[in-house]
T-cell receptor, first 112, second 111 residues
Framework: DAEITQSPRHKITETGRQVTLACHQIWNHNNMFWYRQDLGHGLRLIHYSYGVHDTNKGEVSDGYSVSRSNTEDLPLTLESAASSQTSVYFC???????????FGEGSWLTVV | DQQVKQNSPSLSVQEGRISILNCDYTNSMFDYFLWYKKYPAEGPTFLISISSIKDKNEDGRFTVFLNKSAKHLSLHIVPSQPGDSAVYFCAASAPNNDMRFGAGTRLTVKP
């Protein structure tokens, strides 16, 4: 199984601040994803990447950005945090030819 | 535009009985379907999957059924155990690897 670590696991920030959530996977998976989980919405895709220097917008990308400078990491940045971005964020990855994706343990973000 | 729908937010069953979780999808490009299980304060974990070329896949107590014409899949858990209590997410992926999830169904198995 893939091992994916997210940091920080919990963070409280103020409206308007820039926040970066880190995601690191050790399996050299080409595909990496960021989801947010909200009650009644399940897991919604924010951004994803199919390889180094590749990034794509998902369903709810407004206010978020990602960069992929190497295979192992896909940091998620909230440019100017808003209260609507209070959520649980999950990073995930999958191998190039597999469809099963593996999730990290989540990052709880509260914007006050 | 929710392409994957789980219309039952919660389900409660007695230990030993069958649990049936349902999922509907709208995108005909989806060709691979998965179920994930999530405990509180943990990330979702992969449970079982099925390709669109099959209509059934079984793994121990878990069976997934796919009805392509109805764009419907279901997860059967037999027999249900208290440890199965969790939130179950249905997911579907298209050939471009974009995966979409349903809103989840919270399963409670009562002893």
């Amino acid at each position: 199984d893939a091992e994916i670590t997210q940091s920080p696991r919990h963070k409280i920030t103020e409206t308007g601040r820039q926040v970066t959530l880190a995601c690191h996977q050790i399996w050299n998976h080409n595909n990496m994803f960021w989801y947010r989980q909200d009650l009644g919405h399940g897991l919604r895709l924010i951004h994803y990447s199919y390889g180094v220097h590749d990034t794509n917008k998902g369903e709810v990308s407004d206010g978020y950005s990602v960069s992929r400078s190497n295979t192992e990491d896909l940091p998620l940045t909230l440019e100017s945090a808003a209260s609507s971005q209070t959520s649980v964020y999950f990073c995930a990855s999958s191998g190039q030819f597999g469809n099963t994706i593996y999730f990290g343990e989540g990052s709880w973000l509260t914007v006050v | 535009d929710q392409q994957v729908k789980q219309n039952s937010p919660s389900l409660s069953v007695q230990e030993g009985r069958i649990s049936i979780l349902n999922c509907d999808y709208t995108n005909s490009m989806f060709d691979y379907f998965l179920w994930y299980k999530k405990y509180p304060a943990e990330g979702p974990t992969f449970l079982i999957s099925i390709s669109s070329i099959k209509d059934k896949n079984e793994d121990g107590r878990f069976t997934v059924f796919l009805n392509k014409s109805a764009k419907h899949l279901s997860l059967h858990i037999v027999p249900s155990q208290p440890g199965d209590s969790a939130v179950y997410f249905c997911a579907a992926s298209a050939p471009n690897n974009d995966m979409r999830f349903g809103a989840g169904t919270r399963l409670t198995v009562k002893p």
